[in-house]
């Protein structure tokens, strides 16, 4: 075992330690004169590393000044302004070198009168038409696939939800568990995109990763026989470190925004697709569970040592789990201080 785990953490520690080099990129283009666009370009990086995307505008589009560029929250943001005769209408947008990458981009272009236009390119459709105006089921689709995808990218996320799932006991403690989180980390999703809370991301997701670490020490308390109120009541503390991981969720669509003629449905869209990729997840974890247990070497672990299957899954996770938070919280915690 202990063999195992050097493994895991010397192979895949670096690599998860960069997932947050799978964040959508994110392209804004606001209008703040007729004829004038201010544009911003966000490309996830890590260090000086930069993913090479870089967005085309038409042959009519003229930049006014040079672009300022700078490197905050694991992106590179580029700043720089633009004229087009035409405010962009029937303009086409191409991301150029994204069909050589895995990732996504979000485009969002606003203008003076209030008009948005809201786009998700990928690899394999990486140009878009500007028009005058996204209609609900453009949002509804953009905004529903971006929150499946931050949550199944989001490996800090999950594996607090893992640690949930192995922490409570049964499948009503593990719903109530659950639906507190949701519940929680929606009033701060919603807070924080309107602008009622602000917090800088850094801070928020190193507290993100102590509260991965505090999970994986209560499994450990709950093997030990011991009763905190964590493990009494779970859904307790999934509501609590659920408004925290709600002001993690948020930073997705603050990078990009929200339409403000359909603020409601990007919002509800958004958290729908955080949940269903949550539920999937929670499904997948219990059928691996499942399997698990009817191994024939756990069956006989389990005849052999008195002990169920779920304490021998437990331990491993908690460790391995517990590990990785730590890791990450060191990582952030020396970002903040650099």
């Known amino acids: 075992m202990k063999k195992l785990l050097m ?3 010397a192979v895949l520690l670096p690599a998860l330690g960069q997932t947050h080099e799978l964040r959508p990129a994110a392209l ?5 004169a007729p004829g004038t666009f201010d544009v911003i370009w966000r490309v996830p990086a890590r260090g000086d590393m930069r993913l090479a995307l870089y967005p085309v505008f038409d042959d009519k ?5 040079l672009p300022t560029a700078q490197i905050a929250s694991g992106f590179y943001v580029e700043r720089w302004q ?12 191409k991301i150029d070198g994204l069909e050589n990458t895995m990732t996504d981009v979000l485009i969002r272009i606003s203008w003076l009168d209030g008009r948005e236009q809201v786009a998700r390119l990928l690899p394999d459709q990486p140009q878009i038409r500007v028009e005058e ?12 696939f971006l929150g499946v995808e931050h949550i199944l990218l989001g490996i800090d996320h999950l594996l607090f939800v893992l640690a949930l799932v192995v922490l409570v006991s049964g499948w009503k403690q593990l719903a109530v568990t659950i639906t507190a989180f949701t519940l929680a980390h929606s009033i701060t999703l919603a807070t924080a995109v309107l602008g009622v809370v602000a917090l800088p991301q850094g801070p928020v997701e190193a507290v993100i990763a102590l509260s991965i670490v505090f999970v994986a020490t209560e499994i450990l308390h709950k093997l030990e026989g011991r009763s905190t109120l964590a493990i009494r009541k779970p859904w307790v503390m999934a509501f609590g470190f659920g408004l925290l991981h709600g002001l993690g ?16 449905l990007s919002l509800a869209l958004f958290n729908i697709g955080v949940e269903a990729g949550q539920l999937l997840f929670i499904l997948a974890v219990s059928g691996l569970m499942l399997i698990f247990r009817q191994l024939p070497a756990v069956q006989q672990w389990e005849v052999r040592t008195g002990h169920t299957a779920a304490v021998a899954s437990a331990l491993p996770v908690a460790y391995l789990v517990g590990g990785l938070a730590a890791w990450w919280l060191i990582d952030r915690t020396l970002s903040l201080i650099a």
């Open 82 to 93: 633009i004229n087009h005769p035409d405010d962009l209408l029937g303009s086409d947008i």
């Open 133 to 144: 105006k996204a209609g609900n089921r453009e949002v509804a689709s953009m905004y529903f």
């Open 249 to 264: 969720f948020a930073g997705a669509l603050t990078d990009i925004g929200v339409p403000q003629h359909a603020i409601p």
């Open 28 to 32: 804004s283009v606001m209008q703040s």
């Open 61 to 65: 589009t003229r930049q006014v000044e």
């Open 7 to 9: 493994l895991f953490f």
